[in-house]
């Protein structure tokens, strides 16, 4: 065997010839054990030694940069997944965590709801003071109903003045009451913006989750309800 320095060979022979060679249920060994390497005493000079240990720092290496990227690629979907502007989930994160709670539901046989909420005259707000006000407003809207809301269930800004929250283990009836808490929430205190006070309001539609139901219709389903409060209040 000629090893004459550190990529003289390849690595994934020493890699074949350890995994034949170790048993299922031995530890792995130390560089000095033949079993492990799968080579010869007699063959392992200083040189070989040096070169298989620089080839064992190596993998460690590269296995350090596997786990490197795989975090970055968390944290990337992460980020795909939130709305920039509020820290909530955006319309594709907060789909995905609905598809999880209605494969929960199915799976278990347990109730769970959807809320859809609107912003009553958001653009008026925007006009009147200005979008920092709007975004002011946005963002304050998503803290309310991300802090009164269980850890399991999910808050999400479906775009522009809309949210949704999805409530696990929770049916049509204790969702519709849920509902009014948080649109009270919303309107009982204004957001103060530098020096004035900005009032909110939201209309909301509850949808109760049905597994044979695609989260896309079960959303539009909780949209028509919320028009039709909306409708009502004009």
Known sequence: MKISGVRAEPLQPLRRAATAEASPTTEPAALDDTRFLGVPETELTPAVRGALAMLVVELEDLRA????????????????????????????????????????????????????????????????????????????????????????????????DEFAVALAQADLESARAKAQALGWLISGETVRVGEIEVAATASWGVRQIDSAIEVEALLADADAAMFAMKRARD
């Open 65 to 160: 940069e596997v786990r490197r990227l795989k975090a970055r690629l968390m944290e990337a979907e992460a980020a795909a997944d939130e709305d920039p502007l509020t820290g909530v989930k955006n319309r594709r994160g907060f789909l995905r965590e609905l598809k999880r709670i209605a494969g929960f539901v199915e799976r278990y046989d347990t109730p769970a709801s959807v809320i859809y909420f609107d912003l009553d005259d958001l653009k008026g707000i925007n006009d009147r003071y200005g979008h920092a006000a709007g975004d002011a407003v946005l963002a304050e809207v998503a803290r309310r109903l991300s802090e009164h809301v269980r850890e399991s269930d999910v808050v999400g800004r479906m775009g522009g």
